[in-house]
C-alpha cells in the first residue's frame, strides 16, 4: 500500500464513520499534511459517486442532496466529481450509453457551471475538511427505488425538442405577463399542446404495438412549505395521467407516468409553482403595507390554499373533459381508440406505482392558521386559468 492511500485510509477511518467535529478534524489534518492525496481523494470520490448510482441515485438527486445538506463549496465538489465519473471511457467502452434522462441532467449539470468543481482554496485544511464532510454525506446516502439505470435506455425516446421549447415558450410568457386574461390564453395553449402530444405518442406507440412500461422521474420539493408544494405536485401529476410519490425526509417526490405526461408534469408543475411564488410575494406585499407583520404564516397558508384549490380545479377539469369526449359524437373512430389507450396507460401507471412503493401514507396539510393568506392564495389559483386536459378532439 501506498503512503498516499495509507494516508487517505487513516483520514477516512479517523472522519467517515464518525459525527463529532473533532474526529472530522483529525481527518482533515491528516490530508492537509499530505499534498500528494488529491488524486487519490478524487478516485475515491468518484468511488463514492458510482455507488450511490448502485444505490438508485440519479445525478441531479445527488446534486439536490449535498445542496439541501450542506454548501456551495461541496456542490462544486460533487458537480466535478460526478462529470468526471461520467466522462465516456476508452473506445471499446464495456459500458452502455447512458439513457437521454441521465445525458440530460449531465448537460444541466456541466452547463451551471463553466468550470465545475471547488472554488479556489484558501489552505489545505479547509479543502479537506469540505471533502470529507461531502464523502462523508455520499457514504450514508440510503438505497432508493431504482428508476433509469445508466445504460437502461427510455422506454420511448423524449419528446420533439421544438414543441417542448414552444411549451416552455409558452409557460415563460404567462409567468412574465402581469395581465390575468393574456397568462390565461397562453397556459391553456400550452395544456393544449401538451395533451395533444401526449396523446400522439400514445396512439403512435399502441400503433406500433409498444407495450413499454411507465418511466419515472424525481422533482425536487424544496423547503419552505414542502408540504404544500408536495401537494401542489401531486394534482399536476394526476391532472396528466401520473402519480406522485413525496419523500418528504429527502426532499423530492418521484412522479411515475409515461414519458410525455412526465415532461408536461415537470413543465407545469414549475411553471405554476413559479406564478404561485409571484402572486404570493405580491400579496404580501400588499398585507405588510397595511401593517401586518405575519409574513410566514401568510405564506405558509397562501401556498396551502393555492395547491388545494389549484388541485380541485384541475380534478373537476379533467372530469369535465372526460365527460365531453363521452358526449362528443364526432371523429367516433378516432376516439375509439383513444379512451382504451388512456385506460390502459392509468392501469400501468398505477401498477408501476404499486411494485416502486409498496407501502405508502397520506399526509394533510399542517400549520394552515392565517385567514387572509388563505383567502390570498385560493384567489391566486382561481386567477391561474389552468386547464388539466382540452378536450381529445381538436
Known amino acids: 500500500m501506498s503512503t498516499t492511500s495509507s494516508a487517505v485510509d487513516r483520514a477516512f477511518e479517523a472522519a467517515l464513520y464518525a459525527d463529532s467535529d473533532a474526529a472530522l478534524d483529525t481527518g482533515a489534518s491528516l490530508l492537509a499534511t499530505n499534498p ?6 478524487a478516485r475515491r470520490g468518484r468511488g463514492f459517486v458510482a455507488m450511490a448510482w448502485r444505490r438508485g441515485w440519479q445525478p441531479a438527486d445527488v446534486v439536490r442532496i449535498v445542496r439541501r445538506e450542506l ?5 462544486r465538489l460533487v458537480s466535478r466529481l ?5 466522462q465516456k471511457p476508452p473506445n471499446p467502452s464495456p459500458y452502455p450509453p447512458p439513457n437521454p434522462r441521465w445525458v440530460a441532467q449531465l448537460d444541466e449539470l456541466g452547463a451551471g457551471a463553466a468550470e465545475p468543481g471547488p472554488p479556489p482554496r484558501t489552505d489545505r485544511f479547509s479543502y479537506a475538511t469540505a471533502v470529507l464532510e461531502l464523502y462523508r454525506l455520499l457514504l450514508r446516502l440510503p438505497a432508493l427505488e431504482p428508476l433509469d439505470a445508466p445504460g437502461k435506455p427510455l422506454a420511448r425516446p423524449r419528446g420533439d425538442d ?3 421549447s414552444r411549451i416552455r415558450g409558452l409557460l415563460a410568457k404567462a409567468e412574465a405577463t402581469g395581465f390575468p386574461e393574456e397568462a390565461e390564453v397562453l397556459s391553456a395553449k400550452a395544456q393544449e399542446l401538451m395533451a395533444r402530444h401526449s396523446i400522439d405518442e400514445a396512439l403512435l406507440a399502441a400503433q406500433a404495438h409498444d407495450r413499454n412500461t411507465p418511466g419515472a422521474c424525481r422533482i425536487g420539493v424544496d423547503p419552505p412549505y414542502e408540504t404544500a408544494k408536495a401537494v401542489l405536485l401531486d394534482a399536476v401529476a394526476a391532472a396528466n395521467r401520473c402519480q406522485a410519490v413525496w419523500n418528504e425526509a429527502l426532499g423530492f417526490s418521484t412522479v411515475v407516468g409515461f414519458e410525455p405526461d412526465l415532461e408536461a408534469v415537470e413543465l407545469l408543475y414549475t411553471s405554476l409553482l413559479v406564478q404561485a411564488t409571484t402572486a404570493m410575494t405580491k400579496a404580501e406585499a400588499a398585507q405588510r403595507a397595511g401593517g401586518r407583520k405575519r409574513t410566514k404564516t401568510f405564506r405558509q397558508s397562501f401556498l396551502a390554499a393555492y395547491a388545494h384549490r389549484t388541485g380541485d380545479r384541475l380534478a373537476a377539469v379533467a372530469e369535465e373533459q372526460r365527460d365531453q369526449a363521452a358526449r362528443t359524437e364526432e371523429r367516433e373512430r378516432e376516439r375509439g381508440e383513444l379512451l382504451p389507450v388512456l385506460a390502459a396507460r392509468d392501469m400501468a401507471v398505477r401498477e408501476q406505482v404499486t ?3 409498496p407501502e405508502t401514507v397520506t399526509t394533510r396539510v399542517r400549520g394552515v392558521s392565517d385567514a387572509a393568506g388563505w383567502q390570498e392564495g385560493t384567489a391566486a389559483a ?5 386547464r388539466a386536459r382540452p378536450s381529445v378532439n381538436p
Do not use: S, Y
Request: hydrophobic letters at 50%; zero cysteines.
Open 36 to 41: 500528494t492525496a488529491d488524486a487519490e481523494l
Open 71 to 75: 454548501d456551495d463549496v461541496h456542490v
Open 382 to 386: 382561481d386567477r391561474a386559468q389552468v
Open 162 to 164: 421544438r414543441m417542448l
Open 355 to 357: 411494485r416502486l412503493f
Open 82 to 86: 460526478i462529470l468526471d465519473e461520467n
